[in-house]
């Protein structure tokens, strides 16, 4: 009795559990493109009423709301996005996968696990604190410790934007040099290479791909995120000339500006523009990165 | 898989990127009663605050919710129709009351000058300049202006080695901001690019309290120990004026300016109820309260 209820029961559930899986995949696909659709449309008819795509990639001059005239130049934006990610990335990444070469193969298993624990807790702070600690901390170091006027501006922001990413890294990278067989190490030992020589000539080689990925997912994070970067870099229009400039990034300036700007005028539309820049940047490095992959997997399978 | 995992990372990162334009709310939760809302100008968020707190007191049924974000904001807020009032710490453009009335069925925005407010100019309390006209300001923040070096007003200021002024600024969201260039660039000059925009008025002081090299503006009640204010003259060679209750009131020093709430049409019964309490003593007592300067006194 009891078991033919349990056969009926699991009759539905096993469809119904699948569907909703299934459901779950397909979902993303969806809400990825709802949002491209959302954000085109709010942005379209910027390019119809009034918005000059010239002055818009070659203006340094960001002031939307002015009433003299308004500018909607973004090249000092852009600068200030690519000048911080690009600091970000040149600490996070040796950083990063310098983290994950330690954890995954130079240390005891006990302290691996302690590692890991530390680092991922890194990336579950949220990313206001984060903005507070730039402000608060590094501010006055930097000012000390350069002499610059202030201390939030782009090496802040690097900083902070790097200890974002490198748990990231670290625990995609960590997973990418497990992911390869053991296999591999014997064999490299057997033939007498140094513990460095399997990392180096061994281990990156065969987990390229995974090594990638984690470095475009720091990446990802350090192009998108906002809080932090809002309250560490400074948030002034400016195309920097040092590490020690402040500079304003595109995210901030979507986060500081929509709310004032009134729905569908000019100033509205913009900013929708620039976050559909913002979401071809992102594919475009999504992209480059599978090709890269791709390219890389072909020809190891040839 | 990856693919979808780069993608959640650049949604997530999007959409708190869009939400992040929503202001903090320092609601009370709703009650049975009516509820106001106010919504606006980062410089009165505290006054405004108190006067949602101790009105509770008096009408325990009405529920006063307040959220900042900066005038540009509450009044954007009042031209869609969302809010009861609009904190502003500047008057309202000729277009932005065109397009309230337009949007509430002809009938004009109304204002209400609720507080006066002397525009402080703060610097490092290290800093040995004391005074200040409207001409050096205008230099220092104005579009093509020739001063960014403390040396060119005269002064060394102590721990701030490169010698450059680190212009402190608000967000164009702001209200302070929009009214700091009328008074002081004029009408047809922009801010010079590269100031360091703040989005609260608390964060400019706290920045400038931290950093020597910085000069930075705000309201008067958010004056602390780190800064000091700047007295200011209209003109060169005019005595300079310190900001303080007296000289907001007699409008001589130069920056004085009134702080507004403002209602889409007719305020509803409940909402002129909590307006004539706040023109009322008790309700100006707070204003004092907060640090700025009651409308009682004003002639």
Known sequence: MR?????????????????????CGWSAIFFVFSILFF???EAAPALTSGLSLKEFFTSQNWRPDSTIRPQFGIVALLAGTTSVTLLAMAIAVPGGLGAAI????????????????????????????????GAMVLNPLIIEATGAPIGINILNGGIILALMSVPIIMSVGEDAFRAVPDTYREAAVALGASRWQIVYKVLLPAAKNGLLAAVLLGVGRAVGETMAVLMATGHAV??????????????????????ETVEGGLHYRVLFVIGSLLMLMTLAVNLAADVIVKGIRGRQDA | MRLAAIALVAMVSLTVACSGGERREAASAPTTGAVIRITGSDTMVNLVQAWAENYKKKRPDVSVQVAGGGSGVGIAGLIDGIL???????????????????????VKPKEYAVALDALSVYLHKDNPIAAMALADLAEIYGDKGTIDKWSQLGATVPGCASGTIVRVGRQNSSGTYVY??????????????????????KDVVALVGRTPCAIGYSGMAYA????????????????????????????????????????PAEPKPHVKEFLDWVLSPDGQKIVTDIGFVSVQGRT
Request: glycine letters at 6%.
């Open chain 1, 102 to 133: 330690f954890v995954s193969e130079y240390c005891a298993p006990k302290t691996r696990e302690a590692l890991k624990i530390v680092i991922e807790f890194l990336a579950a702070i949220p990313s206001v604190v984060w903005g507070f600690v």
């Open chain 2, 180 to 201: 700091f260039r009328e008074a002081v660039l004029g009408r047809q000059r922009e801010y010079k690019l590269g100031s360091i925009d703040q989005s609260g008025s």
């Open chain 1, 238 to 259: 400016q195309v920097p000339h040092s590490l020690l400039d402040p500079v304003r990034t595109l995210t901030a300036t979507i986060a500081a500006e929509l709310g």
């Open chain 1, 39 to 41: 954000v085109f449309r």
């Open chain 2, 84 to 106: 009861d009032l609009a904190a502003s710490s500047r008057e309202m453009e000729p277009a932005e009351i065109e397009r309230a009335t337009q949007k509430h069925g002809g």
């Open chain 1, 3 to 23: 078991q033919r209820v349990a056969r009926g029961v699991s009759r539905w559930s096993e469809p119904i559990i699948e569907w909703t899986i299934r459901l």
């Open chain 2, 224 to 263: 602390t120990p780190d800064v000091k204010a700047l007295e200011l003259a209209k003109q060169k060679g005019q005595p300079p004026v310190a900001p303080s209750n007296q000289t907001a009131l007699d409008k001589s020093y130069p920056l004085a300016r009134a702080l507004y709430l403002y209602s």
